[in-house]
């Protein structure tokens, strides 16, 4: 257990009444413990869920954190506040972000670099500008990933600065394969010059191998983006995950000045945020 990395707990015991809840979690001895993935579908709000384990040694070199599908009142902001201004919290730079006022505070006050909108665990759309008036609060540490649905459309009514330093971006999604209408889609991301890669989201009718890729879209997205190297493409909105099992995804990778795709897995947008590998199972 000392030498334990990551830590992740999906709790479904629906029937949990016990206050708070996850008591356990103040005495993980841990020391290296670096990412805690916290989700309790019977904890509605922050205050069910102890926080003590916030100021106990396990968390001291914590550098992700996702504890979604909670709220937070303003009653407990003070307090839950109180705890994450402690020493443990300061390395995180990894943060799954709900839209909550908990979560602005956090990218505020914390050099997030690597963030992900999700709320009760899915991936999600970014509604307002409360991000990037959060971003926009704090200096040093520029934001490298940003991960939501529907990122082209929400980045097109945002202010760029704090955006400019992206490498990895998604989720674009689209209905067609035609250059025309997936390029304009991606416009909205043509002023991040330092692109390394992008995530699209396919219909489940499309062919994720489309010769269209390779031949126009790719090529045109290199143009605006030189540095981009990858383009992953899966189905992510699945209408029943068990239709469509195994997952499809295609990995597009730029080799040799040629783009090549081949098959990948699928990863969720937190295992995207915690450097998990677009390797080939």
């Known amino acids: 257990m000392p030498s334990l990395q ?4 999906h709790c479904k015991l629906v029937n949990y009444i016990d206050h708070p809840k996850h008591t356990w ?5 841990a020391k290296n413990l670096q990412e805690l993935e916290l989700v309790c579908y ?11 384990f916030l100021h106990s040694p396990g968390m001291r070199n914590l550098k ?22 402690d020493e443990p919290s300061r390395m995180i730079d990894t943060f799954a972000y709900d839209g909550s006022t908990i979560a602005n505070w956090i990218v505020r006050n914390r050099n997030i670099k690597n963030l992900v909108s999700l709320k009760d665990d899915f991936p999600a759309s970014l509604d307002n500008s409360n991000l990037t008036q959060a971003l926009s609060q704090r200096t040093g540490t520029q934001l490298e990933l940003l991960y939501a649905q529907d990122i082209n459309t929400w980045l097109s009514k945002q202010d760029r600065s704090p955006y400019l330093n992206l490498s990895s971006v998604g989720t674009i999604s689209i209905v067609t394969t035609d250059p025309k209408v997936v390029l304009n889609r991606a416009a909205p ?7 390394k890669l992008i995530e699209f989201s396919l219909d489940p009718k499309l062919k994720l191998l489309d010769p269209s890729w390779s031949d126009d879209i790719l090529p045109h997205l290199e143009a605006k983006h030189p540095s981009l190297v990858q383009v992953y493409c899966l ?10 099992y ?3 995804v295609v ?3 730029r080799l040799g000045g040629e783009w090549r795709g081949r098959k990948a897995p699928f990863l969720t947008y937190w295992q995207i945020a915690t450097g998990a590998s677009y390797a080939s199972d």
């Open 189 to 195: 991301l043509m002023f991040l010059k330092r692109l």
């Open 25 to 29: 979690l103040a005495n993980v001895q």
């Open 251 to 253: 990995l597009w990778e």
């Open 42 to 52: 019977n904890a509605r709000e922050w205050s069910e869920v102890d926080l003590r």
């Open 246 to 248: 195994p997952p499809l």
């Open 235 to 244: 189905v992510r909105d699945l209408p029943d995950p068990n239709e469509y």
């Open 64 to 85: 992700a954190l996702k504890m979604n599908g909670m709220r937070i009142s303003s009653m407990e902001m003070i307090s839950v506040i109180w705890q994450l201004m």
């Open 6 to 9: 990551s830590l992740s707990l």
